[in-house]
Every structure is written in structure tokens, then in C-alpha cells.
């Protein structure tokens, strides 16, 4: 029947996707506590009607060397590898976007964090993310992150 297949075909992408994953030395629960659980309330974040203002605050900084995206729906992670602390974001929902590197809609990872300002904007060595609305922060597997690259 339909439902069997899809139960099958579920279980079977289920069972590939934990293999990979386990290969790559990344648990399932750490990928769960990273991206699915809520992390504590964190106050970053500028209101949904002030992102033209920090857009403009971060095309200014910009200068056309650098790409500009606001996202939402987003988590701050703390990141510890060895000795030293990286801070990175990863947000469920790409806001606007100054390229077509990332279509609105879409979930993105920054790279390593280099500087936080005006409460929302977060610079990275090639892009600002204006953080819009209320986001969470916690601690993530460096495994999880060295995956996406």
C-alpha cells in the first residue's frame, strides 16, 4: 500500500541519513540539541519594522565588498574548538538578501562571527546578517558545524 511505502521509504532515508551522519562523528542528538531544541531567550534582534534602517546601517558598512542579509528565526551558537570560542548563527529563514546567493525562504549558517553591533548586526569576514526579531542562544558541537562546512 501507499502508507507502507512511504513508512518504508521514511525509515529507509531515516537509516541513511543517521549512517552519514555517524560517519562524519556527528551524533543525532547533538544535531537535535543544536538545531531543534530551544536554546535560552536571548535579546538580540532588532523589531521586524526597523530592518530597512539597519539595512541601511550595513550596506553603509558594506561598501560592496560584503554581502547584507536579514534573517529570522534564528539561533545564536557558541561554539568551542580546542581552546578557542567561535560564535556563529544559524537562522531558519532568509528575510532579503542584496545577491542571489540566498533566495528569501532560505536557511542559512554564518561563518565565524568578527563583529557584533547595534544589537542585531552581525559581521562576518564576507557578509552582515541583521538579526530581526527575537532569537535563542546555546552551545553547539564543533562536529556539527565543521559538517556544514
Not at 8 to 18: P, R, V
Not at 119 to 125: A, F, K, V
Request: charged share 25%; glycine share 4%.
Amino acid at each position: 500500500s501507499i502508507i507502507t511505502h512511504r513508512t518504508e521509504t521514511k525509515f529507509i532515508i531515516n537509516l541513511l541519513q543517521k549512517t552519514f551522519l555517524m560517519s562524519k562523528g556527528i551524533s543525532i542528538e547533538s544535531m537535535v540539541n543544536t538545531f531543534y531544541k530551544k536554546g535560552e531567550h536571548c535579546d538580540y534582534g532588532c523589531h521586524p519594522d526597523d530592518i530597512d534602517k539597519f539595512w541601511d546601517i550595513a550596506a553603509d558598512k558594506a561598501k560592496f565588498n560584503k554581502n547584507v542579509y536579514a534573517v529570522k528565526n534564528w539561533i545564536w551558537c557558541d561554539v568551542s574548538i580546542e581552546d578557542n570560542k567561535l560564535e556563529v548563527v544559524k537562522a531558519d529563514y532568509v528575510l532579503r538578501s542584496n545577491n542571489r546567493q540566498f533566495d528569501v525562504g532560505d536557511w542559512v549558517r554564518t561563518s565565524p562571527i568578527i563583529n557584533f553591533t547595534d544589537n542585531c548586526i552581525c559581521e562576518t569576514s564576507n557578509s552582515f546578517y541583521i538579526l530581526v526579531g527575537k532569537g535563542t542562544r546555546k552551545n553547539a558541537d564543533e562536529s556539527i558545524f565543521s559538517f556544514f562546512g
